[in-house]
């Protein structure tokens, strides 16, 4: 049994060094530098749901469709970044041409060349509780990421070697974007108020939540005590440590169910759980169907 969403993957031209990659999307016609070379466009499908092995940030200069990340829909109107992390499943439909850039990198590729920065699971548009992975620009936003972007890639086609400076400018992006987002979100309580374990615990889940279905587990990886894990989590995202990890669980089944064709035993064998009869039993549980009644009705949905 394979897994059938497809994986893009993100390699590096020199071997143990972190990789970054820049794109510009397939129907961008922006002119590069004339002693470059044309950046390349993205080699992989992106109207077809598929999900990385990486981060990506989009920078949409212009364009009109929609961008659909783990069933929900952002519409794609004018400027905006727009911010995925490792697995999440999406697709892009542009209705207008599109003019803007792709970037991929690793989590290693950040950390490396930005040691001092907060971990990536600490900027709001990478948190998995309350993510809102759409930032939209003004037009003097959008200018300040063009020239930032613009400089990044004629560096990163010029002098190819140079990673220090790209990592530079990542770093740069990302802060600037965590300041925006942070206006725009001054009046929620979660703002960056996340406390490091509970940022530490979602970076923990996010990665081996289909191994590891305990609480217990988790708290022993941060070194405190199940009870207190819990409470912070219940604290700080309003659900405890218990219940958020059984919602991980079934986003990744819901993605299985709707991406590809494996039946709901394959799906639970999938997410390490040896009793089918069980999985089935908390899917109907939190979402009021069985997991053939929920694959019916978003197909329906999707038709209608």
Known sequence: MTERIPIHQLSSDTPDVPALKLFRFKNSQRPVPEQASPLPITPLPTDAPHRHSYYEILFIEEGEGFHEIDFRTFPIQGAGLHFLTPGQVHLLRFTSP????????SEDFFSFYNPDS??????????????QPVLPLTATDKKYFHNLLENMVADHLTTPAERI????YLGILLQKSATLSLQIEENRMTGFTLPDLVVRFQELVDKQFREQHAVQYYAGQL????DYLSKSVKNHLGVAAGDYLQTRLLMEAKRLLVFTPMSAKEIAYSLHMEDPSYFGRIFKRK????????RESVRKSAIN
Do not use: D, W
């Not at 907060?118 to 993510?131: D, G, V, W």
């Not at 070194?223 to 199940?226: A, C, F, G, L």
């Not at 979402?287 to 929920?294: A, C, F, V």
């Open 98 to 105: 599109c003019q803007g850039y792709i970037l991929a990198f």
């Open 118 to 131: 907060q971990r990536l699971a600490h900027f709001p548009f990478f948190r998995s509780a309350e993510r």
């Open 165 to 168: 400076m790209n990592g530079k």
């Open 223 to 226: 070194q405190v005590s199940p």
């Open 287 to 294: 979402t009021g169907l069985t997991p053939s009644e929920y």
